[in-house]
């Protein structure tokens, strides 16, 4: 039997807000992404059903995903990079959240 990664939250306030580490779980995030706006990917929805539901909020900025920037990549582009990853036992997210959504 294969043992399950348990999400975690590491805060670290910043000038500009805090910037937290989330590490996942295998499997689907149950969140939308959304870069519309310009620059990095935000959270844009997250289901009652994400396994990062406690973690996440809409308007959090993606900066990496598993140390990996991705400030430049679009919402589908990171979409695809979590894809890619979801077999892995588990995958880091670096996050901002701005004072205004603290």
């Known amino acids: 039997m294969s043992s399950l990664s348990s999400p975690s939250l590491t805060d670290d306030p ?3 807000g805090r910037r937290m ?3 996942a779980p295998s499997g ?10 310009g620059g990095a990917p935000t959270v844009h929805v997250v289901k009652e059903t994400s396994v990062i539901a406690d973690m996440v909020k809409v308007g959090d ?11 430049d990549m679009t919402a ?8 890619s ?3 892995n036992a ?4 670096s996050l901002l959240r701005t ?4």
């Open 14 to 16: 910043t000038e500009s």
């Open 21 to 23: 580490d989330v590490i």
């Open 28 to 37: 689907k995030l149950g969140v939308i992404l959304d870069s519309s706006h």
């Open 61 to 71: 900025r993606i900066l990496a995903v598993d140390d990996e920037s991705v400030q």
């Open 76 to 83: 589908g582009q990171v979409s695809e990079l979590l894809s």
């Open 85 to 87: 990853k979801s077999e």
């Open 90 to 93: 588990e995958r880091k997210l």
């Open 99 to 102: 004072e205004t959504e603290v």
